[in-house]
């Protein structure tokens, strides 16, 4: 029988999937609106397996505290703070915390409440095998 491979998104699908068969939980955010901007940060505890939010826009990100291993469909990156760098629209990832992070992204927008704020940047889960919404940003402890 000949073996088909996976997508990167299929495979994700699937890693999502098992996160929420064996219970994710929300990771401890904050977040403040300034001038046009709002600022959110996520503290991501060491050991934690995380899929990321999927954006409309690209936006910058900030990794002010922590070790983090990133996956991508270009591959792997090993973030140490301090880190900046710009995620492109679209972008999915698959994540291990190294150690405790803080992960702060920042977007431009009008809006004025966090329903708003998230309806405007961020794509619901796009993942077929999830029987319902997933918020995102879940994450499952060694």
């Not at 050991?47 to 991508?72: M, N, Q, R, W």
Request: hydrophobic share 35%.
């Amino acid at each position: 029988m000949e073996e088909v491979a996976l997508s990167y998104d299929e495979m994700l699908d699937k890693v999502e999937a098992q996160m929420h068969e064996i219970g994710c939980t929300e990771f401890e955010t904050s977040g403040f609106l300034v001038n046009g901007l709002y600022v959110r940060t996520i503290l991501i505890p060491a050991g934690s397996y995380l899929t990321s939010l999927v954006h409309k826009t690209d936006h910058p990100f900030i990794l002010s505290a922590g070790e983090i291993i990133i996956y991508t469909q270009e591959g792997e990156r090993h973030l140490k703070a301090p880190f900046i760098d710009v995620t492109p629209a679209g972008t999915r990832r698959f994540a291990k915390a190294v150690t405790d992070c803080l992960w702060t992204t920042i977007h431009r927008t009008d809006k004025q409440t966090e329903s708003e704020i998230r309806e405007e940047t961020v794509f619901e889960s796009m993942n077929p095998l999830l029987k319902l919404n997933d918020k995102r940003n879940t994450e499952i402890k060694q």
